[in-house]
């Protein structure tokens, strides 16, 4: 079945510290999206990422990284020197194909990032 | 471009009562809608999936005759929950898939905050 893990419910850096919020997922697709949102209090889902199962070249974008590994299931994100506005809720999703041919969304339980002045 | 609305951003409502929710892709055609709730602290699930100009289809355990879902244009789709009750209280996002983009694409709307006294 498909599933997404995140198993850091919360945590808590100092301002200008690294972070980084860990994504493990399962899925019986040979081709498949990953997909990172930040959810900010005004609960507006904000896209960070998408990734498809085809390209492991880890990607920067700014002080945001992602490592994606096939071979542990695995997409992990950083946030380098990390600023009070990435404080937030960070879902990790993963597509799944319905019968009907469209891509559904499974998401994870969130990680919930306080960074601290 | 691909922006998503939803309107109302928050509503109250005593129990027992019925109400509406829209959901407008405003620059793009929609084929696929999807309905989202989550609760405080949780996790975004995956309530419907509702393609233009055809029934919904729920996801398992969402009662269809609670939770209306109208999708009339390739703009516009509606949830409604009937008879509302104080447990339905919720944050409800809806998403839309672009006709012209990949079929993994989904863009979210800003999320309805529902109360129900």
């Known amino acids: 079945a498909q599933k997404v893990t995140q198993a850091q419910t919360e945590i808590s850096v100092v301002e200008k510290e690294d972070v980084t919020l860990d994504c493990v997922y399962e899925?019986?697709?040979?081709?498949?999206?990953l997909f990172w949102y930040k959810q900010p209090p005004s609960g507006e889902l904000v896209f960070l990422i998408r990734?498809?199962?085809?390209?492991?070249q880890n990607e920067i974008s700014g002080r945001y990284s992602w490592n994606f590994q096939k071979s542990t299931s695995s997409f992990n994100f950083t946030i380098t020197a990390s600023q009070v506005v990435d404080s937030a809720v960070y879902f990790c999703?993963?597509?799944?194909?319905?019968?009907?041919?469209?891509?559904?969304?499974?998401f994870g339980t969130g990680t919930r990032l306080k960074v601290l002045a | 471009g691909a922006v998503v609305s939803q309107h109302p951003s928050w509503v109250i409502c005593k129990s027992g009562t019925s109400v509406k929710i829209e959901c407008r892709s405003l620059?793009?055609?929609?084929?696929?809608m999807f309905w989202y709730r989550q609760f405080p602290k949780q996790s975004l699930m995956l309530m419907a999936t509702?393609?233009?100009?055809?029934?919904?289809?729920?996801e398992q355990g969402v009662e269809k005759d609670k939770f209306l879902i109208n999708h009339a244009s390739l703009t516009l789709s509606t949830l409604t929950v009937t008879s509302a009750h104080p447990e339905d209280s919720s944050f409800y996002i809806c998403?839309?898939?672009?006709?012209?983009?990949?079929?993994?694409?989904?863009?979210f709307g800003p999320g309805t905050r529902l109360t129900v006294t």
């Open positions: 990734r498809n199962s085809f390209d492991e």
């Open positions: 998403s839309a898939r672009d006709r012209t983009s990949g079929l993994y694409e989904q863009y």
């Open positions: 899925t019986r697709d040979t081709t498949y999206y």
């Open positions: 509702s393609n233009e100009g055809s029934k919904a289809t729920y």
């Open positions: 999703a993963l597509s799944d194909l319905t019968t009907s041919g469209t891509y559904k969304y499974i």
């Open positions: 620059d793009f055609q929609a084929t696929t």
